[in-house]
């Protein structure tokens, strides 16, 4: 079983700081990248930034310049550091990870697994 716990959601005012954090946990045999996505009622799930093993990160363009991801290898964490938010950057974060638990990998294959999302809201 894997879990990916999302945290450091909340309510914040417009041109501040807030970090999420993820951190997964459960038999991962190996993952191959994290990030972190967005949702806002009755839209798509988009991307805000992934970080694969070693590569580059990758952001959305709403945010370049302001949000920065980063990943911890050894404790199977991800964080996004979120600066100067402002209102159009409400919504429900998900946490997202692309790994091999030790059955996904005896079948042979990755699997795309999602935490339970945290609220990121922004007041004028």
């Known amino acids: 079983q894997v879990q990916l716990v999302e945290s450091g959601g909340g309510l914040v005012r417009i041109g501040d700081p807030l970090r999420l954090s993820c951190a997964a946990s459960?038999?991962?045999?190996?993952?191959?990248?994290m990030g972190w996505y967005r949702q806002i009622p009755g839209k798509e799930r988009e991307l805000v930034a992934t970080?694969?093993?070693?590569?580059?990160?990758n952001y959305a363009d709403s945010v370049k310049g302001r949000f920065t991801i980063s990943r911890d290898y050894a404790k199977n964490t991800v964080t996004l550091q979120m600066n100067s938010l402002v209102p159009e950057d409400i919504a429900v974060y998900y946490c997202h990870a692309n790994l091999a638990s030790f059955d996904d990998y005896e079948a042979g294959v990755d699997m795309d697994y999602w935490g339970k999302g945290t609220l990121v809201a922004v007041s004028s």
């Open positions: 970080i694969p093993n070693g590569g580059s990160t």
């Open positions: 459960g038999s991962i045999f190996r993952i191959n990248s």
